[in-house]
């Protein structure tokens, strides 16, 4: 009789389907793992289980092996675009640790790409930061414009605060980036990690780009921010302020969160910001309501009449600005800054 074959002389051609499971079951976790298992059928709960003992001490080569075949099923399965480069590190990073991720990211990640610097989707702020903290204010804007956006507001809130103000505001004056600029662009970033993109005119920042950043900073520094935008262009920090989170984008946001914000408005500013909302954002908010608060708010905006809009939109930006403090101190979490759960 042959001897029999060690956990880790298994190959990953050796390994069979369910066994490759497993070893993706061992990566991301007891709780993920549980919730995976409970979706299962006893009899297959059964089999992943006892292939999660099989291969316990397998080698890194065949771990890395199963991971990248795993990638290229998601990429040929699915029509994941926007955000999944951030979710993909995310997730690996929770899984298996940021050194472990960065090794399997080196494999995975996009070779090439339409966007000129995808490569800096696959870094964390602070290393961003860092790298570009000594170049040219327009080429960190061109940077921090083609990032997602809230990690553009990561690495914005690692910036200088002298230089804050200046990038939001290149940011927001962006409009179509010709190759020309994006060559240079390129030169940059070979010179920091060697990197090769696809150069084409791409359509980058401008100000709602720039006010999307700035709906993941914090007020405070979003005030100083303005302040200072203010100084040189009162018109962009204007428009800016037109296009960060509006009123409407409450009718995106989880109903928990919109209990709890509701909670903290005064009844009289919650009448006047209803008077001018749509139909359909009026009546979610409502609905976060007993059915009694709603139709005392009902008779209340009934008997107002006529209201200016000035008053209306006033009462909105208050309603907005406790939305933000609570959504700064953590209590909730708005769509459109970062999430929709509640936190």
């Known amino acids: 009789m042959s001897p029999v074959m060690s956990r880790k002389d298994l190959s990953f051609e050796q390994l069979s389907p369910v066994q490759r499971a497993a070893i993706l079951m061992m990566l991301v976790g ?7 298992l409970k979706a299962m059928s006893p009899s297959e709960v059964e089999e992943l289980g006892a292939a999660m003992y099989t291969v316990r001490g397998v080698s890194h080569e065949t771990v890395d092996a199963v991971l990248d075949e795993f990638f290229d099923m998601l990429r040929d399965q699915t029509d994941i675009g926007y955000g999944a480069n951030a979710y993909v590190r995310n997730v690996l990073n929770n899984a ?4 472990k991720a960065q ?15 995808e490569i800096l989707d696959w870094m964390d702020a602070p290393a961003i930061a860092e790298l570009i903290l000594d170049e040219h204010p327009q080429i960190i804007s061109l940077i921090v414009a083609s990032l997602d956006f809230s990690q553009a ?9 002298d230089l804050q103000p200046e990038i939001v505001q290149r940011v927001a004056n962006l409009t179509t980036v010709q190759p020309e600029a994006l060559r240079e662009l390129e030169e940059v970033m070979q010179r920091k990690f060697k990197a090769n993109t696809t150069l084409r005119a791409s359509q980058i920042g401008g100000v709602k780009a720039a006010a999307k950043i700035m709906n993941f900073t914090r007020q405070n520094m979003e005030q100083r921010i303005l302040k200072e935008i203010k100084k040189d262009d009162k018109d962009l920090m204007e428009a800016l302020q037109d296009n960060m989170f509006v009123f409407e984008n409450l009718i995106k946001s989880d109903d928990r969160a919109l209990q709890t914000l509701l909670r903290g408005i ?4 919650l009448v ?18 007993s059915t009694r608060a709603a139709a005392n708010i009902m008779d209340e905006m009934d008997s107002l009449g006529p209201v200016r809009l000035t008053a209306v939109q006033q009462a909105q930006k208050e309603v907005i600005s406790v939305a933000r403090r609570l959504a700064d101190e953590g209590t909730i979490t708005l769509a459109g800054r970062g999430g929709e759960k509640m936190v």
């Open 96 to 99: 298996l640790g940021s050194y």
């Open 153 to 161: 507001a990561d690495v914005l809130k690692l910036l200088p605060e």
């Open 272 to 289: 006047m910001a209803l008077k001018g909302a749509d139909g359909a954002l009026r009546s979610k908010l409502l609905g976060c309501m």
């Open 30 to 36: 007891e709780e993920t793992a549980a919730h995976v």
């Open 103 to 117: 090794s399997v990211l080196s494999r995975i990640k996009p070779a090439s790409s339409e966007r000129p610097i």
């Open 266 to 269: 005064e009844q009289e500013i």
